[in-house]
Nanobody
Framework: QVQLVESGGGLVQAGGSLRLSCAAS????????MGWFRQAPGKERQLVAA????????YYSDSVKGRFTVSRDNAKNTVYLQMNSLKPEDTAVYYC?????????????????????WGQGTQVTVSS
């Protein structure tokens, strides 16, 4: 069983920055692809960034590309989401999720049900 704990959310003005962290328990963290999802009130959960297990590949949704950066430190079992130039529309609960390796499948999935472990979420609020 893997536990994921997010931190770093909060209230920030538009144009500001936040860095989210997601700490994972267990020794297999380095083998997981990690995703950051967000869900705003009344909207579906969406994948905004992801990183492959070996930090070879990253993914960003069009809405955050150029503003957000995903990274990971496998020695610390932690994945990060650096969020710059924040906009009010970035307001949401942000979740990190871990996807175990799946034979024959790409490391990347935007489908929440294809992730095996989830954090509890951290609120990000961007004021205008």
């Amino acid at each position: 069983q893997v536990q994921l704990v997010e931190s770093g959310g909060g209230l920030v003005q538009a144009g500001g920055s936040l860095r989210l962290s997601c700490a994972a328990s267990g020794s297999a963290f380095s083998s997981y692809a990690m995703g950051w999802f967000r869900q705003a009130p009344g909207k579906e959960r969406q994948l905004v960034a992801a990183i492959s297990w070996a930090y070879i590949s990253t993914y960003y949704s069009d809405s955050v590309k150029g503003r957000f950066t995903v990274s990971r430190d496998n020695a610390k079992n932690t994945v990060y989401l650096q969020m710059n130039s924040l906009k009010p529309e970035d307001t949401a609960v942000y979740y990190c999720a871990a996807r175990t390796p799946k034979y024959g499948s790409s490391w990347l999935s935007s489908l929440g049900f294809e992730y095996d472990y989830w954090g509890q979420g951290t609120q990000v609020t961007v004021s205008s």
